[in-house]
């Protein structure tokens, strides 16, 4: 669960420091005034991705791969990455590229300023924070991602210990092994 964790800690970390922020909202059919909000934070997944671009603005954080080495002599190490995907709303696209810049500037300075978050998890600044602006021409919908690379917590493997151990040697093998197992001699 420490992915899902992740996310968990990211939304909450998101909501916090874009609560301030007042984005333009799609005008729905049944309102007459433009209405405002903070972006709503999303994980995994939007709640209906056909009406994505009703829910703007938003944050959706994703986890896109992940990796768990174990290098021989060396601690473990375990790394998700995670892709932000960014969507705002402006009827004048020159407005609505800024507003995207702000609310993208506003996240990525707030981890770069943290790094940790959820006391556990960890941003690798070594693989960098990388974003990219969606070139599409997509107006009145202004959309872009950034990746991140988080340290996660290691997974200590669980090993036997004591006579039932596969590999223990110095009291015979396990009962389950005994004559599939060429034994001492002595035995």
């Known amino acids: 669960m420490t992915k899902v964790t992740l996310l968990e800690q990211l939304r909450a970390f998101t909501q916090a420091s874009t609560e301030d922020m007042r984005l333009p909202t799609v005008l729905q059919q049944d309102e007459d005034a433009q209405a405002y909000r903070a972006p709503e934070v999303y994980c995994a997944r939007l709640p209906d991705s056909r009406a994505a671009k009703k829910k703007a603005p938003y944050i959706l954080h994703q986890i896109i791969t992940g990796k768990d080495a174990f290098p021989a002599g060396k601690h473990p190490q375990s790394a998700a990455v995670v892709r932000t995907i960014f969507c705002v709303y402006h009827g004048d696209e020159q407005e609505g ?53 988080w340290k996660l917590p290691t997974i200590e493997r669980k090993i036997a210990h004591g006579k039932d151990a596969i590999h223990f040697y110095g009291g015979g093998y396990p009962p389950d092994l005994r004559g599939r197992v060429r034994q001492d001699p002595e035995t």
Do not use: H, K
């Open 97 to 149: 590229g800024l507003l995207l810049l702000g609310l993208m500037e506003r996240l990525r300075i707030a981890l770069l300023e943290q790094v940790v978050i959820g006391r556990q998890f960890i941003l690798d600044l070594g693989e960098g924070l990388e974003t990219l602006i969606y070139p599409d021409d997509t107006a009145p919908y202004f959309m872009g991602e950034m990746s991140s690379v």
